[in-house]
């Protein structure tokens, strides 16, 4: 039996004007929106539909937005009766999936990433760093590199074959991408981010998240949900606020995670959420499964009136 699987975007996704036509089409999205705004005492609709883009690539401002126009889509894919077999989220996109499984409400869930945007924001500050792209080297080069680098460095995004991200201080990433091109990488690309996240770098934010978390309360997800943190899926014991703690700094299995979704005998997913970054990295890691991308009002009507998925 083949199953479809969706999949939760994170940061660098976002786009100025993403979800408007989507807003002005389907309710559950203006619901989102709305419920967004009216806790965060942003107006996250033009934010996400007017920018500029410099306002809307920060941190705080980035991970609220994104997360936001998900859950529009998952709930209007609901609404719709489509519901799927497991779910993943990359980095900040594992809080959708959970919050699209019940584990925390759409409101607490607004609450908890609006939260994280802001620690990760100050962690920026506090712990200035970068990111950067490797591709087309193996992984184990890259971990090579970045251990033999001398200032601080590491892998922190296995995101498919030939592609990894590395985190670190601005001199640790700048050196190592430096060593990867003359080692043979294609590109290394810098990020556009300012902190060296997923890291022990930001482990200050990760423990006032964890802190902060301990006041919600979590439930047992409503369907399978795969966690970056391993790869595997999330085991039913796991305590979120510690769980959400270590997520912050640690790699995302991300590879590893479509993987073990495929021998579930996942035969399409679903990439819930602005962009495509997620379609791309499944075409590398398997280039016969099928993704569907639903950032655009063709797009997520055409996947609502599908007749078999």
Known sequence: MTKKAFLFPGQGCQTVGMGEALYHEYPMVKKAFDTASNITGKDIATLCFQGPEEELSQTVNAQIAIFTLSMGIFLTLKEAGISPDMAAGFS??????????????????????AKR???????STDHPGAMAAIIGLANEQVEEICQNTAEFVIPVNYNCPKQLVISGTVKGVEDAAATSLNQGAMKAVTLNTSGPFHTALIADAAAEMKDYLAGFTFHAPSFPVYTNLTGALLASETVFPAHLETHMVHPVKWQTTIEAMLKSDVSAFAEVGPGRTLAGFNRRIDRNAKTYT???????????????I
């Open 117 to 123: 945007g802001q620690l990760m924001q100050k962690a």
């Open 294 to 308: 639903l950032e655009s009002l063709d797009q997520l009507q055409a996947f609502i009136n599908m007749p078999v």
């Open 92 to 113: 900040l996109g594992e809080y959708t999936a959970l919050c699209a499984a019940d584990v925390f409400s759409l409101e607490d869930g607004v609450r908890m990433v």
